[in-house]
């Protein structure tokens, strides 16, 4: 959790864009942003799930060219993608501007999206 802190999107690996947070001693932004975190448990003979993960982030990426994607909570409840129109519906201007529309549902597992 970090008040007064700015969504950033950073690129590891080839490229593969992922989501992180940042906040700074002498710049605050009006929102706080935080982290929902889903554990899974596999079992055998399952044994990489450090792949599993950059598997999620690649379908993501795929969706959004390789941008960090933003959804509306509503519309990840309902499976829906949210659009340009929806986010100027939101009471505050997210702190990463260039982030893709888009529905989460269709990159993650059906358990994460429920868990979440």
């Known amino acids: 959790m970090s008040p007064g802190g700015f969504v950033t999107q950073e690129n590891y690996d080839n490229d593969l864009a992922c989501v992180n947070g940042h906040s700074f001693k002498d710049k605050k932004s009006d929102l706080t942003n935080f982290a929902l975190l889903v554990s899974a448990h596999f079992t055998e003979p ?25 959804q509306r ?30 529905d989460l549902s269709f990159a993650l597992p059906a358990r994460n999206h429920r868990n979440i």
């Open 46 to 70: 399952f044994n990489e799930p450090t792949k599993y993960g950059e598997y999620i982030a690649k379908l993501s990426n795929m969706l959004t060219g390789g941008k960090v994607m933003v």
């Open 73 to 102: 909570l509503c519309d990840l409840k309902i499976a829906k993608r949210s659009t340009r129109e929806k986010m100027k519906e939101l009471s505050f201007e997210p702190t990463l501007s260039d982030a893709e529309h888009g």
